[in-house]
Nanobody
């Protein structure tokens, strides 16, 4: 059974940094594309960042490009999201996700993912 567990969220001030982690278990981590999404209250879940199965290719939402970086550590079975220059509009619950199918590229549509973590809250105060 695939399990994804996010951690690293918290309350920070505008301009601060946070690093989110997503620990995966239940299947060979290195074979599968993964992504980060976020959802603010009363809003739909939106794409943040994605990485391909090998970690060699990434994709970002325009709203976070240049501020956020995602990476995979296949040795640690962990996905990371480094968030710099945080803004109040980044406040949301952040989720990591994994595709069921191996290989492929990066995916920004949440329907492309089959497994989801429980989420970690990020709150940025102004």
């Amino acid at each position: 059974q695939v399990q994804l567990v996010e951690s690293g969220g918290g309350l920070v001030q505008a301009g601060d940094s946070l690093r989110l982690s997503c620990a995966a278990s239940g299947r060979p981590f290195s074979n599968y594309p993964m992504g980060w999404f976020r959802q603010a209250p009363d809003k739909e879940r939106e794409f943040v960042a994605a990485v391909n199965w090998s970690g060699s290719s990434t994709n970002y939402a325009d709203s976070v490009k240049g501020r956020f970086t995602t990476s995979k550590s296949n040795a640690k079975n962990t996905l990371y999201l480094q968030m710099n220059s945080l803004k109040p509009e980044d406040t949301a619950t952040y989720y990591c996700a994994m595709r069921r199918l191996p290989g492929g590229s990066t995916y920004s549509n949440p329907r492309s993912y089959d497994y989801w973590g429980q989420g970690t809250q990020v709150t940025v105060s102004s």
